[in-house]
């Protein structure tokens, strides 16, 4: 992993320099221009989340069940990621609400439970930080609840009545503009690949944290 973490890292530069380009060539939605373009680095923003939601999820279940010490540092670090890319898709939904909405927020049952997974995983790190002692296996807890949450966060705009378009909205696209359609899965590739970097110094730093750790115990010894 640490040999392809440079090559990907560099892939990656290459692929975000390019992104600007492709997004200023694809064609401008009929409706709302130029703001439209918020889309191709929103959408991914999520897709990243649910990836890192994912991994968390299933890490702290391993570690809640299985006591396994490397899944709990996974988990942590899937949090950590969560948190940051879920920040990012809520502040771009935001300006991009501004202009399709004409407000800044709307508590619809979308961006409702989109904050509240936001928050479940912001308290997530706080438990895991300084919950104290068996801090650990409530924030895997909690990480298992964040994940059992995400499924409404994307089901709810086809369940309840929401200004968030449905969750067909890419199927639409890429049958209307296969050029919108392209630019958006190359910019969630790239932020994905970005996603992975991020995740992988994350779990690194936890296993060196670990690593230090032992050998405070072992001079204490």
């Known amino acids: 992993m640490k040999k392809l973490f440079v090559p ?4 990656t530069a290459l692929m975000f320099a390019y992104a600007p380009i492709a997004i200023a060539n694809a064609p401008y939605e009929s409706t709302m221009r130029l703001v439209q373009k918020i889309f191709y680095f929103h959408f991914p923003a999520w897709m990243a989340l649910t990836v890192s939601v994912t991994i968390c999820t299933v890490a702290s279940a391993l570690y809640l ?3 396994w010490a490397k899944a709990d540092r996974i988990a942590v670090a899937a949090a950590e990621v969560t948190v940051i890319f879920g920040l990012f898709g809520l502040v771009s939904g935001s300006l991009w609400g501004r202009k399709a909405w004409g407000v800044w927020w709307q508590w619809d049952a979308r961006l409702t439970m989109a904050f509240l997974l936001e928050l479940i995983f912001f308290g997530y790190i706080l438990v895991r930080n300084y919950g104290g002692p068996g801090a650990e296996k409530l924030a895997a807890a909690m990480g298992i609840f964040g994940g059992a949450t995400a499924p409404f966060v994307y089901k709810s705009v086809d369940w309840w009545r929401t200004v968030h378009p449905k969750t067909s909205v890419m199927t639409t696209l890429g049958e209307t503009s296969p050029e919108m359609w392209f630019v958006v899965w190359f910019c969630t590739f790239t932020i994905l690949l970005f ?14 944290r670990a690593a230090l750790d032992e050998l405070y115990l072992a001079a204490e010894d």
């Not at 990907?8 to 892939?11: D, L, N, P, S, T």
């Not at 996603?195 to 060196?208: D, H, K, N, P, T």
């Open 8 to 11: 990907v890292a560099a892939i």
């Open 195 to 208: 996603m992975g970097l991020l995740l992988a110094a994350r779990i690194r730093l936890e296993e060196q």
């Open 65 to 67: 069940f299985k006591g």
